[in-house]
């Protein structure tokens, strides 16, 4: 395999949370009140540093979707919306959703998804 090439972002980063690589700017945020199987995840308009896994038929509530992975590690960090069959749900697509639990926030911070 040839040498990764990563995108470096100035500003309030997001960044892969098992190996640091960016990934968003907090100014991206197009919303945070997502939600996937580990808890919280972001709405971005512009992420950097992901690869596309092959776009599928698995079914979202609202769309098909792409997996995303980091471009460093490999490891999911979320998914980009491909197709939003709703129309009041088109504004999602083509921008990518980061699971909270997969990344590390501005200031270091992790989210840990807390027992239930």
């Given at each position: 395999?040839?040498?990764?090439?990563?995108?470096?972002?100035?500003?309030?980063?997001?960044?892969?949370?098992?190996?640091?690589?960016?990934?968003?700017?907090?100014?991206?945020?197009?919303?945070?009140?997502?939600?996937?199987?580990?808890?919280?995840?972001?709405?971005?308009?512009?992420?950097?540093?992901?690869?596309?896994?092959?776009?599928?038929?698995?079914?979202?509530?609202t769309g098909l979707?792409?997996?995303?992975?980091?471009?460093?590690?490999?490891?999911?960090?979320?998914?980009?919306?491909?197709?939003?069959?709703?129309?009041?749900?088109k504004y999602k697509?083509?921008?990518?959703?980061?699971?909270?639990?997969?990344?590390?926030?501005?200031?270091?911070?992790?989210?840990?998804?807390?027992?239930?």
């Amino acid at each position: 395999m040839g040498r990764v090439f990563v995108v470096s972002l100035e500003g309030r980063i997001y960044s892969c949370r098992h190996c640091g690589t960016h990934l968003a700017l907090t100014q991206d945020i197009a919303s945070k009140s997502f939600h996937c199987r580990h808890g919280k995840a972001y709405l971005f308009n512009k992420v950097v540093n992901v690869t596309l896994g092959e776009t599928d038929e698995r079914l979202m509530k609202t769309g098909l979707h792409t997996d995303i992975f980091c471009t460093r590690c490999g490891s999911i960090v979320g998914w980009k919306y491909e197709t939003a069959y709703e129309k009041n749900q088109k504004y999602k697509e083509g921008k990518s959703v980061l699971d909270r639990y997969k990344i590390s926030g501005p200031d270091g911070s992790n989210y840990w998804v807390s027992g239930r």
